[in-house]
């Protein structure tokens, strides 16, 4: 199905992510090396590592301890938690962690296969493209007046533990 700008943010609206950035891309289909999901599992440590910088957004993952640990030092990511490409491999995208973001599965990785998946066919494909390394839906983290005091705990808990660490925030 082919879609326009306003017709692929209409889609994801109706999958309750309404402030997910989309990029236009037109798939040319190119080779991918016989490795590359060794390089991916290798990629998705060094981008879990480079969370440090995402804090905020991590807070509202509802994460315990070690799986915060284990995430930002690369061991484990936890369960329901997807690294997805921004642009597929065969679509031409790079390995490289700029092309990677960080979701939870369920419901919002899986409506977003979905939504790739009802574009097969396509000359123009509208990609999901948020704009920081962690997407938590826009309505998932307003905390309403005087702000939200749990994601502000579990901010300020995922700095002193990251300092702790020796990481930076």
Request: aromatic residues 8%; charged residues 20%; glycine residues 6%.
């Amino acid at each position: 199905m082919q879609l326009t700008h306003s017709g692929a943010e209409k889609k994801l609206k109706d999958m309750n992510m309404d402030d997910m950035p989309v990029i236009e891309v037109q798939p040319a289909h190119v080779a991918v090396a016989p490795d590359w999901f060794a390089q991916y599992k290798k990629l998705c440590r060094e981008f879990a590592r480079s969370l440090s910088d995402s804090v905020d957004e991590l807070a509202f993952m509802n994460l315990t301890q070690d799986e915060f640990i284990n995430l930002l030092t690369g061991r484990q990511i936890p369960q329901n938690i997807s690294i997805r490409f921004r642009v597929p491999l065969a679509w031409g995208g790079r390995l490289d962690t700029d092309n990677l973001f960080m979701c939870w599965t369920f419901p919002y990785s899986q409506n977003l296969d979905k939504f790739i998946i009802d574009q097969s066919g396509a000359k123009t494909i509208w990609l999901p493209n948020p704009a920081k390394k962690v997407y938590v839906p826009a309505h998932m983290v307003s905390g309403g007046d005087g702000g939200n005091a749990t994601a502000d705990r579990l901010s300020q808990m995922a700095a002193q533990i990251a300092a702790s660490r020796g990481m930076e925030v």
